[in-house]
């Protein structure tokens, strides 16, 4: 397992690690403020197709999901690209950049859901 110590002694690996930790805790510190847990009821999707009630309702919990998701591919994304620093660097950079956008996304759209 020598590859690991290469692969946190990466600069750009670890930029790329401490940019999606950093843009989870933003998400779960955002959810956590504007998350109401007294409303009842709550948009948390808008699906296009429904026209007219294209929002989605649901229990203020259920934005929640959005930081499981943050944290099971924060995690995730860890792991694989641990895994194939070994065999090639580009594909652990890739693998950590696509997590940062998709971070970015979700942090995007719950916010937007939140506004609502």
């Not at 692969?7 to 843009?23: E, G, I, P, Q």
């Not at 956590?32 to 919990?61: H, N």
């Not at 998701?69 to 693998?95: D, E, M, N, P």
């Amino acid at each position: 397992m020598h590859f690991t110590q290469k692969y946190f002694h990466d600069r750009l690996v670890t930029s790329l690690l401490a940019c999606n930790s950093l843009l989870v805790v933003v998400l779960m510190i955002m959810l956590v403020l504007k998350v109401d847990l007294k409303a009842s009821i709550i948009a948390t999707r808008y699906i296009p197709l429904l026209g007219v009630e294209a929002f989605g309702r649901g229990r203020p919990l259920t934005m929640y999901e959005y930081l499981l998701f943050a944290i099971f591919i924060t995690v995730g994304s860890l792991f694989l690209s641990a895994r194939l620093y070994g065999q090639r660097r580009s594909y652990a950079i890739f693998c950590l950049s696509f997590v940062t956008v998709l971070l970015l996304f979700t942090l995007i759209v719950s916010g937007a859901l939140l506004a609502l």
